[in-house]
């Protein structure tokens, strides 16, 4: 009798998960899964999102980034190991960068500010820590959205299976699932900006 419930709950699982990863960048539609790619990078770097932004914020949105993509990769990794220093990073180039900004990206790095400072305090628990990465992503996918050149060179990713906010930012289109780790680390399907 255990078997016939594990195999369906599997199934179940797996489906949730979207099994297929379609691949796009941040920013634009899914691509359907007649068309879909399986291992293809974004066809923009960094660097190019960064060429968009004054010379004086270039510095701090290249810290901000890199903090995130770090938090993301422990967390993936099932690790709390430099979250709360990547995390302090982002809050204060966040800091920064809505010092120097106008309305909405002011309110959207303040949220970014806010919800990076939250980690730190979290970043010792990795439940914690991972819910708390939850909310950051929502605040970074937000300020994304609103800037979409800014986006350049992140995909976002969505888990329907957390119970966090379900959307994060990855460099590359391997998903790594920060929610679950080595659980579940391929569990996500590429998504868009849309918070």
Not at 42 to 50: E, I, N, Q, V
Not at 82 to 88: E, F, L, N, Y
Not at 123 to 144: C, N, W
Not at 156 to 182: A, F, I, R, S
Request: net charge negative.
């Amino acid at each position: 009798m255990r078997s016939t419930i594990v195999i369906p709950v599997v199934a179940i699982l797996l489906t949730a998960c979207g099994g297929e990863h379609a691949t796009h960048e941040a920013g634009s539609q899914p691509a359907s899964s007649d068309t879909a790619a399986t291992s293809s990078a974004p066809s923009t770097s960094t660097a190019d999102a960064l060429a968009s932004l004054p010379e004086a914020s270039r510095a701090p949105f290249g810290a901000l980034m890199a903090g995130y993509s770090s938090i993301q990769t422990s967390l993936a990794g099932d690790t709390t190991d430099g979250i709360a220093a990547a995390a302090s990073a982002v809050a204060g180039a966040a800091r920064i960068l809505g010092d120097g900004a106008t309305e909405p990206s002011k309110t959207f790095f303040a949220a970014v500010a806010t919800e990076a400072a939250n980690l730190v305090t979290n970043a010792g628990d990795i439940t914690k820590a991972r819910e708390s990465f939850g909310e950051l992503s929502r605040a970074m996918i937000a300020l994304l959205a609103a800037n979409p050149d800014l986006a350049k060179g992140r995909v976002v990713v969505e888990c329907p299976m957390t119970k966090n906010y379900k959307k994060w930012l990855q460099t590359d289109t391997k998903v790594k699932n920060p929610h679950y780790g080595n659980t579940m680390l391929d569990c996500g399907t590429i998504s868009t900006l849309e918070p």
